[in-house]
Each structure stands twice: as C-alpha cells, then as structure tokens.
C-alpha cells in the first residue's frame, strides 16, 4: 500500500465535523459557529450563538447545524442554505433544563432531553408543534431510530422498572411499551438494514444481550465465562455489520460474540489476548511500530509491507513498521475493575464498508489494534502502536483504516499493508481523532481544540464534491479578532425566531 496525504492548515475549533454531503466542516470557536468549505477550509459563514457552544450535530441534509448550549438551556439552530440565509431558531427547555440535544431522521424535528431525565421533548421547526415523551432512563444513550427513520425506540424507566417505548415519528405518539428481560438496560440500538430489529444491552451486573422485534425477544446472548474463568461483568459494546447480518457483542472478558441474524446462532467467538501462539492465527501478520527503517519482515509478508521502502525513501520524520507473524506479546495496562468504566474488555468495534473487515480494540491492551476477516473470522492483522488508540475510523466506500495514537501522524493500514504518514515537521499538533468526509476524500484530524484536514490518495480518486458558496474574504481575519476580543459581547445582537416553552411544559 502506497498512500499519500496532503494536509491543509490547522484551524482553532471545537466539536468539528463533516456535513453529511461532505462539502462543509463546522467547527465551535467558544461561542460562535464557524462554518468552512471542506475543500480550501475558506469561512463560508459564522453565526453567534449566546453562550458557549457544547455540541453540534448537523442535518440529515446539511442545511441545518443544531447547537447545543446545555449551560443555558438552550439550543440553537442556524441556516446554511444560501436560500434560507437569515433563518435561524432558539428552543428553549425552560427551568427543566437541557442535558442533551439531537435530530431527528427528518432534519425538521430537534429531540430534546431535559435535565434529571424527566422527559424527551420533540420539536418541529416546521409548524412549531411540540411532543412530549415522559421518563427517558438516558440522556444520551437509550435512544435509537429504525433504518427507514419511522420508528423510534427509546428506553423507559418508571418506578424502578426498566422497559423500551416503540415510538411512530409520524405523530410521534408512542405505539408499544414493553417491558424487557434484562437487570438493568445499558443501551439499545437499531439493525442498520432491514427490519425494525433491536438489540438492548444489558449493564454490568447481567453479562447478555437481547435480540427483540416489536416487543418479541428473538434470541438472547448470555457471555458466559471463557475456561480461565474470566470476568462476569456485563457487555461493554456493540457493533452491527453494514449489512445487518452480523451483530458483534463486546465483553468485559476481552471477547467478541459474532451473532448471525437469519437463525441467531452464535456463530464466531473473537478472543482477544496479550500472549499470542502462532496457533492461534498462523496467517496473520502483525505490523510493530518502530522508528528504525532497517527491521527486516519475513519473506511471506514482504508483499503485505511493500510500503517500508517507499516510507523510507520519502524522508524526513517516519515511524516504520515491521511486519512479521506470531507469537508476539502485547504490552498491557493494569485493569480497574473498581472503578467505573473499567481499562478492560472490547471498547472498541467497528465494521469496514461492506462488513469485509471488523476491527477491535481491547482496553487492556490498547496499544494493539485488531482487524479480523468477516469471511473467516480469524485474525487478519495486528496492528501494535507505540502508544495507546485513541480512535479508528474505515474509509466510508473503501477497505482503508485510519487511526491515531495521540502523535503528530495518522496511520493507515489496508490489506496490501500499514504505514504511518507523518503531518509536516514543525507543527505541534497531536492528532487524537479523526473522521472521514462523506465521500471519503478527506480525512478530518482533531486535537485538543485544533483541527486540520488531510487530503488522502490511494491510487483512483472520487470526483470530489463541488465547491461550497464562498463569502467575503475577508471573513478569516474578522473571525480572529472577534475571537481575540473579550467576552463581554456573548449576547450578539442577531434576531432569532424564538421558540419558548409552552403553557405548561413543566415535567408530569
């Protein structure tokens, strides 16, 4: 694998993302919304929100950007549609509070969750109407939509007992309760394809899955202790396959359960270990970190590392890998059990396009990267950084991974091979996440409160999208000295359409 990346430069930011289409970025600077071209990263329009912006989340068609500022109980939403340029709402939840804030499938409701949980409140920004929906036992979690965005499952939680709201978007009037087989609901969440299947987990006191259709349990996924008599907890992840036809469960014992939709059979048990037998994968190659140039790799995966010579003979700052097969050891980090969210188990899975790959990483070991092959369901690589993951993202079309570990450089690994592209020399930027544009063409890198962009070629290119409407030039130097400026002008002098709460619209 050859790939080369060309990297923009890096702007101050927060809470950046793609729009859907992948023509714009949105990015949080303290209290303003600053929206670029993905392309050159030209200021396309800043809006200024009345207080510090804590999330953004753009719609489903990306006219609209929804601002969540949960110190204030508000949030807001802006236009970015040349058509609708002076469009703008404020939804305000009152002395309830906002603890968090998100979209509908449609792009034309706004979902929002009070403080202390006491309800879901539904908004159009279309006629203005508003819906509510009592008693949801998340703020966050809890919450999923169906495939064809018709149906909402929202976990509900009412004198002590758990149990999931069937809800009809159309209306958005609640169509089925039912109570579920678990201890105590983690999370839940729909199959991305088909059918309005729904996977609920449980928490960390009942190590299972549930498998429910519209209130029918369908198949059950108990995590039962592996020989060495691993950990009881709960399950800790889950990941549905492009297709659907594969649902993977991440446990606290460093496993993954591989479930088939048609029969719900459990067909695939991924273990994960820090002392690996070549036994236990003998085709696949692991690729270790290293900032010599000169590791030798056996002869059988000299093809899969063909990149180390062009690395190398690229220059300047390189961090090589050396491709070889098992056994290996994987160095590992003292559990805490103890504590919430304990370093152990699968915390991370995540599926390439089409399901060919699913790639995992066991907090106990996060300096390790694992990518398994949905065919066979054995290893394929082994990816061994220098420093813990921090996130991985599958390119949205193609068989290509990207990860960071918190350096200045992004890694790729694709079935041909692994290598790391360094960002330019003298830019101290630690990329500790990332995201692929809709179509895939760019790579978003993220800091602590900066973000840059790297354009990444592998051989043919997509037609990339057409360029966003630019506005005044000038807006990049206006931009830094407002943002240079004190915050006493938070409370910006635009007009909003205001949307207040309604005559009572306290909690029932």
Not at 53 to 72: H, N, Q, T
Not at 111 to 126: E, G, Y
Not at 189 to 208: F, I, K, N, S
Not at 227 to 245: N, V
Request: aromatic fraction near 8%; charge should be negative; proline fraction near 6%.
């Amino acid at each position: 694998m050859a790939a080369t990346c060309r990297f923009s430069d890096s702007h101050e930011g927060g809470h950046v993302l793609f729009s859907p289409d992948g023509r714009l970025v949105a990015a949080a600077a303290m209290y303003r919304l600053v929206v670029r071209d993905a392309r050159t990263l030209e200021i396309v329009r800043v809006f200024a929100c009345v207080d510090r912006i804590d999330m953004l989340e753009w719609s489903c068609d990306s006219k609209y950007v929804l601002c969540g500022l949960f110190a204030r109980g508000l949030a807001q939403v802006w236009s970015v549609d040349p058509d609708e340029a002076d469009w703008h709402a404020k939804i305000d939840e009152g002395p309830l509070g906002l603890a968090h804030v998100r979209w509908a499938p449609d792009g034309r409701h706004v979902l929002a969750t009070s403080d202390f949980r006491l309800r879901v409140t539904v908004w159009s920004l279309v006629d203005r109407s508003v819906s509510y929906l009592q008693y949801p036992k998340f703020a966050k979690e809890g919450l999923s939509f169906s495939a064809d965005g018709r149906q909402m499952a929202l976990a509900h939680r009412r004198d002590g007992r758990d149990s999931v709201q069937l809800v009809q978007t159309e209306g958005w009037a609640v169509s089925l309760r039912f109570e579920v087989a678990s201890r105590d609901l983690a999370d839940l969440r729909y199959a991305p394809r088909g059918d309005t299947t729904l996977c609920v987990l449980d928490g960390l006191l009942e190590p299972q899955a549930l498998v429910y259709r519209e209130g029918l349990l369908l198949a059950t996924c108990r995590l039962q202790p592996g020989p060495e008599g691993s950990s009881h907890l709960g399950p800790k992840a889950l990941s549905w396959s492009p297709a659907a036809d594969l649902l993977a469960v991440c446990g606290h014992d460093e496993r993954v359960r591989l479930l088939h939709r048609g029969s719900w059979a459990h067909v695939g048990d991924l273990q994960h270990g820090a002392e690996l037998l070549e036994a236990f994968a003998p085709d696949a190659v692991a690729y270790a970190s290293s900032s010599a140039c000169d590791t030798e790799a056996d002869a059988e995966a000299a093809e899969l590392a063909e990149s180390l010579a062009e690395l190398h003979a690229s220059g300047g700052r390189q961090y090589v890998y050396a491709a070889q097969r098992l056994p290996l050891s994987l160095p590992t980090v003292r559990p805490t059990p103890e504590k919430p969210n304990p370093r152990m188990g699968v915390g991370l899975a995540t599926w390439s396009a089409g399901g060919r790959f699913l790639a995992t990483r066991d907090d106990g070991a996060p300096r390790a990267l694992w990518v398994w092959d949905g065919a066979s369901l054995g290893l394929h690589s082994l990816l061994l950084q220098a420093h813990a993951v921090r996130a991985a993202a599958w390119h949205p079309t193609r068989q290509l991974l990207a990860l960071c570990t918190g350096i200045g450089a992004v890694v790729l690994w694709s079935p041909r091979g692994c290598q790391t592209v360094p960002l330019p020399e003298g830019r101290s930027f630690r990329v500790c996440g990332l995201a692929w544009g809709g179509g895939g063409d760019a790579l978003l890198l993220l800091d602590k409160d900066r973000f840059t962009l790297a354009h990444v070629q592998t051989g043919t290119e997509p037609e990339p999208p057409p360029p966003a409407p630019q506005l005044d030039p000038d807006l990049e130097e206006e931009l830094k000295r407002l943002l240079a400026a004190e915050k006493g002008d938070e409370n910006a002098d635009a007009q909003y359409e205001y949307l207040p709460p309604p005559d009572g619209a306290g909690a029932e």
